[in-house]
C-alpha cells in the first residue's frame, strides 16, 4: 500500500509530474521490485561516460545517471546534478540498504538526519544508514552540484 491516489499514479505514468524520492521508494517496495530494475538493460560490466542511463530516482531538480550496470545488486552508484535548490522531497525518506556514501564532486549539499544538519562541500563525503529517514538539498541559489551516491547493496 502506497497510500497514493490512482490520480497521482495516473500522471507519474505519463511523466506529468514528479515524485519524490520517499514516493519513489514506496512505488517499488509496493510492487516488490528494485528501483534500479526500471532501468535496466542488457547485461554488460561496462558503462560508457556518453552512454550512461537517465534515471530517475525522485527529487525536484536532480538529474541522475547511473553508473553501474542495471543488474549489479551489490552495489549501486549513481551520479546526480542537483539543480540550485534542489532536494529530495518534502519528507525525509529511509530505504533498505547497508550503506550509503555521498560523496560531493562539485558544489554543495545539505543532508539531515534527525537533528543533525551535515553541510558538505566539494570533497566532502558522508557516510550514512540509508534506513534511517533523512533528506537533501543543495542550498546554492545560483550553482548546481554534482553528487556520488554510493549504495550496498543496491536498494529496493
Same mark, same amino acid.
Given at each position: ?65 547511473? !553508473? ?6 551489490? =552495489?549501486? @552508484? ?8 534542489? +532536494?529530495? /522531497? %518534502? ?9 550509503? !556514501? ?6 554543495? =549539499?545539505? @543532508? ?8 558538505? +562541500?566539494? /570533497? %566532502? ?32
Amino acid at each position: 500500500e502506497t497510500n497514493l491516489s490512482g490520480g497521482f499514479i495516473s500522471l507519474l505514468e505519463r511523466d506529468e509530474t514528479s515524485a519524490s524520492v520517499g514516493t519513489l521508494f514506496r512505488i517499488c517496495g509496493a510492487l516488490g521490485i528494485r528501483i534500479g530494475s526500471l532501468f535496466e538493460e542488457n547485461r554488460t560490466n561496462l558503462v560508457r561516460g556518453q552512454e550512461r542511463p537517465s534515471a530517475n530516482f525522485g527529487g525536484y531538480g536532480v538529474e541522475d545517471e547511473l !553508473l553501474t550496470p542495471g543488474w549489479e545488486r551489490s =552495489l549501486q @552508484v549513481i551520479e546526480s546534478r542537483i539543480e540550485p535548490g534542489g +532536494r529530495s /522531497g %518534502d519528507e525525509p525518506h529511509g530505504f533498505e540498504a547497508d550503506a550509503e !556514501l555521498i560523496y560531493v564532486l562539485r558544489g554543495r =549539499l545539505n @543532508v539531515a538526519m534527525q537533528e543533525d544538519v551535515h553541510r558538505l +562541500r566539494t /570533497g %566532502d563525503a558522508l557516510l550514512i544508514v540509508p534506513r534511517e529517514p533523512h533528506a537533501w538539498w543543495n542550498p546554492s541559489g545560483s550553482r548546481p552540484a554534482t553528487v556520488l551516491w554510493i549504495i550496498t547493496p543496491t536498494s529496493l
